[in-house]
């Protein structure tokens, strides 16, 4: 696991940075709440963990695309 301190402004750039996947931006820092920012693909499923888990089992293994 990679632990990154960031404040409010900077950003994490995912992948390449010449042609990244993504940038995840700290907009926001009240108490212990942190705000971000995704700026991916519209494509690029994002979601909270609690959300991913849930659709995780409602939903029935994908297919391998060969």
Do not use: H, W, Y
């Amino acid at each position: 696991m990679l632990a990154l301190t960031r404040r409010i402004g900077e950003e994490i750039v995912l992948g390449d940075p010449k042609n990244p996947l993504g940038v995840i931006r700290v907009v926001d820092i009240q108490g212990d709440k942190v705000r971000l920012s995704f700026d991916f693909p519209r494509e690029m499923p994002i979601n909270r963990r609690e959300l991913a888990e849930q659709k995780a089992k409602e939903s029935p293994p994908q297919p391998l695309d060969e």
